[in-house]
């Protein structure tokens, strides 16, 4: 079966960290652009960090310097490291895969989502 799974999300103190996994399965994500999404009660789905084919990542300004994206293709797993968290960070968090060259930022070339991951920061 061709899915995506999302695991690691969780209630975390602010300043704290958490590492998301994105693990697929009935394909190999290598051969895909990946990308992690979040979506805020009441607010759009918007871009968080990416891997393009070929490997260059891509964070938001927002994430910068706090969040880093990997990938393990021994696992077949993406994986979003989340540094000094904040309130703002607040969201479910959705990995997603499309096989366009050359971008991994267009929401709307992505087709295949996992289900996403509740990342909650609160004191």
């Known amino acids: 079966q061709v899915q995506l799974v999302e695991s690691g999300g969780g209630l975390v103190q602010p300043g704290g960290s958490l590492r998301l996994s994105c693990a697929a399965s009935?394909?190999?994500?290598?051969?895909?652009?990946i990308g992690w999404f979040r979506q805020a009660p009441g607010k759009e789905r918007e871009g968080v960090s990416c891997i393009r084919r070929g490997g260059t990542t891509y964070l938001a300004d927002s994430v910068k310097g706090r969040f880093t994206i990997s990938r393990d293709n021994a696992k077949n797993t993406v994986y979003l490291q989340m540094n000094n968290l904040k309130p703002e960070d607040t969201a479910v968090y959705y990995c997603a895969t499309h096989r366009r060259w050359g971008t991994c930022r267009r929401e709307d070339l992505y087709e295949l989502w996992g289900r996403g991951t509740q990342v909650t920061v609160s004191s």
């Open positions: 009935g394909f190999t994500l290598d051969d895909y652009a």
